[in-house]
């Protein structure tokens, strides 16, 4: 009889899935192969002994057991260890749902041998479909969801060393997803047991745009309709408004611009401002 095996059937009982890990095919920590239970440092994963047995801050957090914080912007977070009964304060940190996942962030410390996982900052994704609210539109974030089957995702931050030992982000080292336009910096690390902290800054890229508003130019005549589009990429929900000679056009807030030309006095300079939470 083994307690660890225990905890992880207990753990599918409470709906918790595997804990997997990404295996990176070269230098990016993105790209790569999933392994099924490949994270060794979870209940849910391979962990096949001399581990603390915990569950990661995902999973604590799906059960309602630790607080996180829903980073919806630029911030720097106080980030607690989640591995001790009696710490207490934010103890994990989502950002960046996109698509089925979330990125999630914890700090632990009973890792005694191991001063990388000690002193660094585990990165995850939380699979989770998105979940778009039917009142507003948007795109809810946090726990909005059942956990899908993929359960988490471990990433290795220093792909270099294959085998985990290292995989938290280090002390002001930056990760950035390039595809998702988001930026995780452990800038600071302090407290004492069971309150050691680690702060976080996360950096949302602004939209970019792809392709300006087209046509550039264009000539219509009362009676007409003005379309124009614009095409941008950015994290988060992206927010348009479309302006004429710089001031808001009420109601035009897609990316794409209809206009009834009703009057000469239409004639001039139109543009679109474009933001998320990053700028």
Do not use: C
């Not at 994963?45 to 603390?52: E, I, R």
């Not at 047995?53 to 996180?68: D, R």
């Amino acid at each position: 009889f083994e307690f660890r095996v225990l905890a992880r059937e207990l753990g599918h009982n409470y709906g918790l899935q595997s804990a997997n890990r990404l295996d990176a095919a070269g230098s990016d920590p993105l790209t790569g192969t999933p392994v099924e239970l490949g994270d060794q440092y979870d209940v849910m994963g391979a962990n096949t002994g001399g581990q603390p047995l915990h569950f990661n801050e995902w999973f604590k957090a799906y059960l309602g057991w630790i607080n996180f914080y829903n980073a919806l912007g630029n911030s720097t977070v106080r980030l607690f260890r989640h591995d001790h009964p009696s710490a207490s304060g934010t103890r994990a940190i989502t950002l960046g749902q996109q698509g089925d996942r979330a990125y999630w962030l914890g700090y632990r410390r009973q890792h005694a041998t191991n001063s990388f996982l000690n002193n660094g900052l585990e990165i995850r994704w939380g699979m989770q479909p998105a979940t778009v609210n039917t009142n507003t539109g948007l795109l809810e974030m946090g726990i909005t969801n059942d956990m899908s089957s993929a359960g988490s995702v471990l990433i290795n931050t220093t792909p270099a060393v294959a085998d985990f030992s290292q995989h938290p982000l280090p002390l002001n080292q930056t990760f950035y997803d390039s595809n998702n336009f988001v930026s995780i910096t452990p800038v600071a690390m302090g407290g004492t047991a069971p309150a050691e902290f680690m702060d976080v800054n996360i950096r949302y890229d602004p939209p970019k745009i792809i392709t300006q508003p087209q046509p550039l130019s264009v000539t219509a005549s009362i009676g007409d309709t003005l379309s124009l589009s614009v095409d941008a990429v950015g994290i988060l929900l992206l927010h348009y408004q479309w302006r004429f000679n710089s001031n808001s056009i009420a109601g035009e807030t897609n990316s794409y611009l209809s206009l009834l030309i009703t009057s000469t006095n239409q004639s001039g300079y139109y543009s679109v401002r474009i933001t998320n939470r990053g700028g």
